[in-house]
């Protein structure tokens, strides 16, 4: 069965109860093991409908507004994956990101940035700077699944990763994208 993913729309997933469309569901590398997410974005509803998005995926899912809030949430507990904008207020995410480094570093790497602001040159080189994975805003719900289950397959042991995945690269310029020859 085959279904085509809208490209550039922001409301592939959840939005108002709209349900997200369960066969572009990626497997998760470990089923068995609980896999938590942290979403920092200071967007209400782009918040609501990604948690929901990703807590109907199966993953344990918590939100802050900030990157204060997103550190203390990361005293509290432990996250696979974290969601970053670079634009919120108080803390953004790039001081966030230059404060994980430095009080978090393992974490550092499991870091998705979501970007709103993409033709701001100072955007643009904090993100090649960072050589994290990004995806713009808007974005449909394939393309976070995409990059979460790349970073979950980085980071995990070599004995837990799978031989078959998508392979992904950054671009300052597109966020993430396919690598070239390798079907998904």
Known sequence: MKHDVPLHTSCDFLVDGAPASSALRLPRSAPDAPVRILVLDDERSFTHGLAQLL?????????ADNGEAGLLQLQAHSYDVL???????????TVFYGRLLLQYP????????LAGDTLRLESKAFLERSGRLWVPKPCTAAAIRRVIQHVLHAVAPPSARVQDHVALSTSPHHGYRLAPGRPL
């Open 55 to 63: 807590r109907r995926d199966g993953y344990t899912v918590d939100t």
């Open 83 to 93: 969601l970053c904008d670079l634009r919120m207020p108080d803390l953004d995410g």
């Open 106 to 113: 393992a974490i550092a790497q499991r870091v998705i940035f």
